[in-house]
């Protein structure tokens, strides 16, 4: 299998392309800064990555802008802090502003040249304008869980995403999926039969971080540690 092989790469982008941990990190400092004991990185993204996976499965059409407040309320009650709706809601609208990795937006101006590019994201069309205008690319495709109704991995997001890019003529084996979720991409990609690229950003890290734990580890046709080593891989295969 060669990367050239495909036409489309269909992105998650929070935690593939936005570093969306230092970005639940640093919002949610007005919380974490008044806890009574303190609390290590892997904790908080641990503990916000269960409340957030477990409202998404409860309430799947409810905006992801809407869905953090409540995340953040259900994190101040297990750590004991009393919150206010206002800093709940603050919370919510961080989304956009939180930081791409450096090399995202330079791999995608690369890549757009030789792939159509789609998103499939668990996030709103408000939160993610904020976070494409970091990414600096125009995407052909943009799926998100509010145009869906739901979050990854529920298969629908994968049904629609495969049903819509089929009606533009493209087949399921044309298709790479580029993640670096377990949980949220790569299990149900393999259920669904699709490519797929692991981005592995944690592989300097313990545990899972703001994702759900897989169980099984799910299978990937590549890996990369970086968007810049995908984008690098590329350039090597066309042009040995």
């Not at 259900?74 to 450096?102: H, I, K, M």
């Not at 690369?110 to 709103?124: C, G």
């Not at 495969?162 to 533009?168: S, T």
Request: hydrophobic share 35%; with cysteine.
């Amino acid at each position: 299998m060669k990367l050239g092989n495909f036409k489309v790469l269909t992105f998650d982008v929070y935690g593939t392309l936005i570093d969306w941990e230092t970005g639940i990190i640093e919002g949610l400092k007005p919380l974490t800064d008044r806890t009574s004991h303190s609390l290590g990185r892997n904790e908080i993204l641990e503990t916000h990555a269960y409340h957030e996976s477990t409202i998404q499965h409860l309430t799947p059409s409810k905006l992801y802008r809407d869905l953090l407040p409540v995340v953040y309320r259900r994190l101040a009650e297990e750590w004991n802090v009393t919150v206010s709706w206002d800093e709940c809601q603050a919370y919510g609208a961080t989304v956009g502003s939180w930081p791409a990795f450096p090399d995202s937006a330079e791999a995608l101006e690369y890549l757009k040249k030789h792939y159509r590019l789609a998103v499939l994201t668990n996030t709103d069309n408000v939160s993610f304008a904020g976070s494409n205008a970091k990414l600096r690319v125009e995407f052909d495709n943009v799926y998100t869980a509010e145009d869906i109704g739901s979050y990854k991995p529920a298969s629908r997001n994968f049904d629609y995403m495969i049903e819509a890019l089929g009606r533009q003529g493209f087949d399921k084996s044309q298709i790479l999926h580029v993640a670096e979720s377990l949980f949220h991409d790569h299990a149900p990609a393999n259920g669904f039969g699709l490519a797929n690229c692991w981005i592995y950003r944690r592989h300097d890290k313990d545990g899972f971080g703001a994702t759900m734990d897989p169980g099984n580890t799910p299978h990937a046709d590549f890996r990369f540690n970086s968007m810049s080593e995908f984008a690098a891989a590329h350039r090597a295969e066309a042009d040995p």
